[in-house]
C-alpha cells in the first residue's frame, strides 16, 4: 500500500513536503490511509473531528489559517455545500492547489461550482479506488487538464478496461463494468484466513468467497462493479472516466443499461435548488428498477424530493421526463415520478449503492437496484 500511495501522491498529485495536506475522513474510511500516507513524503498533515456542515465556512477558515493546499472531501460534502455557501466570496484559499472528492460520483455541475465559486486554477481530482484495494484505479494527475465531469485518467500500474456484459472490451464513450486486467500491488491476496492461520475448512471458503466476490463475473479478471464509461483520449490522458454507479444498481429497462447517476446528473443540472433556470427545485432523488415480467424487464421509477412547499404537480413531472429525454435518450426516461417523503422527512440515504427491497405503488416487495442517495440536510444551525 506503501508502494501504491507513493505512486499516486508523488508521481501523479506531485505532493511535496511543503504541502499541507487535509482530508476529511473518518478514521475507518480508506481515505484515512491515503491522507497518512502523506507523512512518507513529509506533509504537514491537517486532522479534524466534528461535523463539516454545521457551519459551511469552518473547513474553509481552516484553509486559510493553516494554509492548506491539499484539500480532501467527498462529492457529497461539495454538492451540500454548492446549495448554501460560495468559499470564493469570503475565503483567500491563496495556498489551495488541489482538491479531491471521492465517495461517489462528482457531477458535471459541481466541477462548474469549484472552479466558479472556491477557486478557479486548482486541480479537480475526482478519484476512484475502493477500501479492498486502499488505493485508487483511477484519479488525478498534474500532468493533464481537467475535463468536466470526469475523473483525469488511468493511474499507473493499473491495467482497467470497461467490459461488455460478454466480457469484450467496450469502446470509447461506451459504457461498461468496471476491470482491471492484470494484477496490482495492492491486490488482496485473499480473505482470511490465509493459509496457515486457519482451518483448512475455514481456508478453503474463504477462498472461495474471494474468488466469488471479484472473479466471478469475467473468468480471471477483477471485476470491481462500479459501472463507467472510459472516454476518448484526449491531450494525451488515454481515456477519462465517467463514473455510471455501482453496477449492482444498474438499471436495464428494455434491456437498455445505464446507471442512475446519468439520471442524477440530469437532475442536478436542471432542477437542484442552485439551477436557475428552474421554477420547482429537487432537494434530491433516487432511481430504482422495478422487475417486471417476472424478471424479464424492468422499469424506471424516480423518486424525488421537493422543497418545502412544493409539489410534484404534472407539469413538473412532464419537465423532468422533457429534460432526460433531451439530455439522455428516450430509454432514459423514467416509466413514474414519485414523491413520497416531504423535505421536511427525516430519511437519509447515503450513498451506500447497494440493491434493497422496498413496497412500490402497492405491487409488494420487488428487489430494488437503485442508488441509496443524497437525502441529508446541512446543519447551519
Known sequence: MLLQSKKELVLCADLSPD?????????????????????????TLVLYDGSPLRDPAFLWH??????????????????????VYKPKDEHRLT?????????????????????????????????????????LFAGMNTSLPVYRGEIQ????????????????????????ELV????????PVGFWPLDGYGSQEAVEAAKVRYQQAYFSEFKGVWFHGDHVMITESRAGNGGGLVMLGRSDGVLNPGGVRFGSAELYDVIDTCFAPN???????????????????????????????????????????????SEIRVRRSARHVPSKASSPFSSSSSVTLSDNHTPHLINVDGYGDHSVYGRLFRWTTFRTH
Open 19 to 43: 504541502d499541507v495536506y487535509f482530508y476529511y475522513t473518518t478514521t475507518g474510511w480508506m481515505m484515512w490511509n491515503f491522507l497518512v500516507s502523506g507523512l512518507s513524503i513529509g506533509c
Open 62 to 83: 481552516l484553509s486559510d489559517d493553516l494554509g492548506i493546499s491539499i484539500f480532501g472531501t467527498s462529492a457529497k460534502y461539495i454538492d451540500q455545500l454548492s446549495k
Open 95 to 135: 495556498a489551495l492547489r488541489h482538491i479531491y472528492s471521492t465517495g461517489s460520483p462528482l457531477a458535471a455541475p459541481l466541477f462548474d461550482f469549484v472552479y466558479e465559486h472556491i477557486k478557479k486554477d486548482v486541480v479537480l481530482g475526482s478519484i476512484t479506488g475502493g477500501t479492498d484495494i486502499c488505493s
Open 153 to 176: 485518467c488511468r493511474l499507473p500500474g493499473m491495467a482497467i478496461e470497461a467490459f461488455t456484459p460478454s466480457g469484450e472490451i467496450a469502446g470509447p464513450n461506451q459504457p461498461g
Open 180 to 187: 482491471c486486467l492484470k494484477p496490482f500491488p495492492c491486490q
Open 275 to 321: 439551477a436557475t433556470h428552474s421554477a420547482h427545485t429537487i432537494v434530491d432523488c433516487l432511481a430504482v428498477g422495478q422487475s417486471l415480467a417476472q424478471g424479464t424487464d424492468e422499469r424506471v421509477i424516480l423518486f424525488i424530493k421537493l422543497l418545502e412547499g412544493e409539489k410534484l404537480t404534472e407539469e413538473l413531472e412532464r419537465k423532468i421526463r
